[in-house]
């Protein structure tokens, strides 16, 4: 997945591209015939039913980062003041909920509440994958919506009954989570269904609206969220709650895409045909054929393929599951040791996630450093959103099309563009652990959040360096990564902010500090990456030349 001039300019809803169609060409010889392919389940979606299913995906999930938002604030403020009253007792004084002993049991409670919530994820987001691609993407997307709104209710639960519930009761909510996956299983079928219904040209500005709605909907929560706070914390918390149930409903209401997954047209040899290759179609059986190599290697299409099959003993399940295991293990062995540069990618990125998920502290940061209220911290969450907005939307779509225009290879630009990003991440994060101000604070989130597209160009880049047939075992190493990342961070960023309060108030940003090094590290890693070995590097699986690498 490359992101180029053509792929942004390409309608989003348009109806009329060539693309959208699958072409069967009666003229063609045997051999083209044979590699035409199209999965049993597989036909053309109607322009009425994309324009449909992008909408609700696309309202989805602006409501989803309302409700977020609208419950994430509340939530931290009625933690605080019940852990207020459990130490100090029920007639407290609100300036003590700033003392050390309550700030360090909030961030505790808190790092260890965002790891609780990753292990579903981490254990389930596999297995919810295999079923997404059998009985489809609706039902688990739904069923991961209905987890992450029921651990948001329990966890309202146990903050309106504090003298039922101790504070660290709410670490128990994250077992919902194993009910659908929770939000790494919801994010991913949210990118699946618009990886079905969209085109190879059509994906990745497809892709660039998913981030812009993201960013779009915390830019539009977190000022309602100062006006809910300003009618109570409980206020705001339950409409939070509302938006939750309705993005729930929304989920289960999506129609279902995997029937219209795109049709991928392969090589006699099993290689793409173009060079080119699908990030979120695994290829699919040859017509006529009813088991393959291919089908071994991608579970989705040998579950498409198995429709029509009777079911297997229920002995030959386990034996079959330790072999996909094996073999994932094998290929994540072939592409990311044996091919170093794509490994060095993939730490590159890991740790770039991992020096992120500072951001969350943030709020409990900039409460304990600047005297902020619980309000006007979640009032920073909108920089970050509109900073990353302005950058989605204007400035890497502009500066793409610039370096286009100087015939600077795709390649290329997506690695200069990480190595910029990668620089930005950093700085912005170590100038937030130092700032002494709110405006330093504030420009500190802006210069981070310029760096935003790192996480977009490492993967489209890593893309254009796999081939086909290994894409699905990347994408599922770069989730567990990722998942990986932020469950050691919660714990982590938390220590550091508790040994900063023992330290003293200069030491407070001590998790921003230390995320901004480990952002530096991912920014050496990408930055010692020379143009000259990615330009002209073929497929890790196939050893083909990247046609693109010349420029056009």
Same mark, same amino acid.
């Given at each position: 997945?490359?992101?180029?001039?053509?792929?942004?300019?390409?309608?989003?809803?348009?109806?009329?591209?060539?693309?959208?169609?699958?072409?069967?060409?009666?003229?063609?010889?045997?051999?083209?015939?044979?590699?035409?392919?199209?999965?049993?389940?597989?036909?053309?979606?109607?322009?009425?039913?994309?324009?449909?299913?992008?909408?609700?995906?696309?309202?989805?999930?602006?409501?989803?980062?309302?409700?977020?938002?609208?419950?994430?604030?509340?939530?931290?403020?009625?933690?605080?003041? +019940?852990?207020?009253?459990?130490?100090?007792?029920?007639?407290?004084?609100?300036?003590?909920?700033?003392?050390?002993?309550?700030?360090?049991?909030?961030?505790?409670?808190?790092?260890?509440?965002?790891?609780?919530?990753?292990?579903?994820?981490?254990?389930?987001?596999?297995?919810?994958?295999?079923?997404?691609?059998?009985?489809?993407?609706?039902?688990?997307?739904?069923?991961?919506?209905?987890?992450?709104?029921?651990?948001?209710?329990?966890?309202?639960?146990?903050?309106?009954?504090?003298?039922?519930?101790?504070?660290?009761?709410?670490?128990?909510?994250?077992?919902?989570?194993?009910?659908?996956?929770?939000?790494?299983?919801?994010?991913?079928?949210?990118?699946?269904?618009?990886?079905?219904?969209?085109?190879?040209?059509?994906?990745?500005?497809?892709?660039?609206?998913?981030?812009?709605?993201?960013?779009?909907?915390?830019?539009?929560?977190?000022?309602?969220?100062?006006?809910?706070?300003?009618?109570?914390?409980?206020?705001?918390?339950?409409?939070?709650?509302?938006?939750?149930?309705?993005?729930?409903?929304?989920?289960?209401?999506?129609?279902?895409?995997?029937? +219209?997954?795109?049709?991928?047209?392969?090589?006699?040899?099993?290689?793409?045909? +173009?060079?080119?290759?699908?990030?979120?179609?695994?290829?699919?059986?040859?017509?006529?054929?009813?088991?393959?190599?291919?089908?071994?290697?991608?579970?989705?299409?040998?579950?498409?393929?198995?429709?029509?099959?009777?079911?297997?003993?229920? +002995?030959?399940?386990?034996?079959?599951?330790?072999?996909?295991?094996?073999?994932?293990?094998?290929?994540?062995?072939?592409?990311?040791?044996?091919?170093?540069?794509?490994?060095?990618?993939?730490?590159?990125?890991?740790?770039?996630?991992?020096?992120?998920?500072?951001?969350?502290?943030?709020?409990?940061?900039?409460?304990?450093?600047?005297?902020?209220?619980?309000?006007?911290?979640?009032?920073?969450?909108?920089?970050?959103?509109?900073?990353?907005?302005?950058?989605?939307?204007?400035?890497?779509?502009?500066?793409?099309?610039?370096?286009?225009?100087?015939?600077?290879?795709?390649?290329?630009?997506?690695?200069?563009?990480?190595?910029?990003?990668?620089?930005?991440?950093?700085?912005?994060?170590?100038?937030?652990?130092?700032?002494?101000?709110?405006?330093?604070?504030?420009?500190?989130?802006?210069?981070?959040?310029?760096?935003?597209?790192?996480?977009?160009?490492?993967?489209?880049?890593?893309?254009?360096?796999?081939?086909?047939?290994?894409?699905?075992?990347?994408?599922?190493?770069?989730?567990?990564?990722?998942?990986?990342?932020?469950?050691?961070?919660?714990?982590?960023?938390?220590?550091?902010?508790?040994?900063?309060?023992?330290?003293?108030?200069?030491?407070?940003?001590?998790?921003?500090?230390?995320?901004?090094?480990?952002?530096?590290?991912?920014?050496?890693?990408?930055?010692?990456?020379?143009?000259?070995?990615?330009?002209?590097?073929?497929?890790?699986?196939?050893?083909?030349?990247?046609?693109?690498?010349?420029?056009?």
């Amino acid at each position: 997945m490359t992101i180029g001039t053509d792929s942004e300019r390409a309608p989003l809803l348009g109806p009329g591209n060539e693309n959208h169609r699958i072409d069967f060409d009666t003229s063609t010889s045997e051999s083209d015939t044979a590699s035409t392919v199209l999965p049993p389940a597989t036909r053309p979606i109607s322009p009425a039913k994309r324009i449909l299913v992008l909408v609700l995906s696309f309202t989805l999930l602006i409501t989803l980062a309302i409700g977020g938002s609208l419950l994430d604030v509340p939530i931290a403020e009625i933690q605080e003041g +019940n852990i207020c009253r459990h130490i100090h007792g029920p007639d407290f004084d609100p300036g003590k909920c700033k003392d050390k002993d309550v700030q360090s049991e909030l961030s505790l409670i808190r790092g260890w509440d965002t790891t609780f919530t990753l292990v579903p994820s981490l254990l389930t987001s596999v297995p919810y994958g295999a079923v997404a691609d059998r009985y489809g993407r609706t039902l688990v997307l739904g069923l991961s919506l209905l987890g992450v709104t029921l651990k948001a209710a329990s966890d309202a639960l146990v903050c309106a009954m504090p003298h039922v519930f101790q504070p660290r009761t709410i670490w128990l909510g994250s077992l919902f989570q194993f009910l659908g996956g929770g939000g790494t299983v919801s994010s991913a079928m949210i990118y699946t269904i618009v990886a079905d219904i969209s085109t190879e040209e059509q994906r990745v500005s497809t892709f660039f609206y998913i981030g812009a709605s993201l960013m779009g909907g915390a830019l539009i929560a977190n000022p309602i969220v100062y006006i809910a706070m300003k009618r109570g914390a409980w206020f705001a918390a339950i409409t939070g709650l509302t938006c939750l149930f309705v993005s729930t409903a929304i989920g289960f209401l999506t129609p279902e895409t995997l029937d +219209n997954a795109a049709a991928v047209k392969i090589s006699p040899a099993d290689h793409p045909a +173009n060079g080119s290759s699908q990030a979120d179609d695994a290829p699919p059986l040859r017509t006529g054929d009813t088991t393959s190599p291919s089908s071994a290697n991608h579970p989705s299409s040998a579950q498409h393929n198995s429709t029509s099959q009777p079911p297997r003993p229920l +002995n030959t399940i386990l034996p079959r599951a330790v072999a996909a295991l094996t073999h994932t293990a094998h290929s994540a062995r072939f592409l990311f040791w044996d091919h170093k540069l794509v490994g060095l990618l993939l730490i590159s990125l890991t740790l770039e996630i991992f020096g992120r998920s500072s951001f969350l502290q943030l709020m409990q940061y900039a409460t304990k450093r600047y005297g902020m209220s619980y309000s006007e911290a979640g009032l920073l969450q909108s920089v970050t959103a509109f900073t990353t907005l302005v950058l989605l939307l204007v400035i890497l779509p502009g500066t793409s099309r610039l370096l286009h225009t100087l015939r600077v290879s795709e390649r290329e630009k997506e690695l200069r563009l990480a190595q910029v990003s990668a620089v930005l991440s950093a700085a912005g994060t170590i100038l937030q652990g130092l700032a002494e101000t709110k405006t330093l604070l504030v420009a500190g989130i802006v210069v981070a959040g310029m760096g935003g597209g790192y996480t977009f160009m490492i993967r489209s880049l890593m893309t254009s360096l796999v081939g086909g047939h290994e894409i699905g075992v990347m994408y599922t190493s770069i989730a567990f990564v990722d998942t990986f990342a932020v469950l050691t961070a919660g714990p982590m960023f938390a220590g550091l902010f508790n040994i900063g309060l023992v330290w003293g108030d200069a030491w407070v940003g001590l998790p921003f500090t230390v995320a901004g090094w480990v952002l530096v590290a991912a920014a050496v890693l990408v930055r010692v990456i020379r143009s000259s070995m990615v330009v002209g590097v073929g497929k890790v699986d196939d050893g083909e030349s990247d046609e693109g690498a010349s420029g056009d």
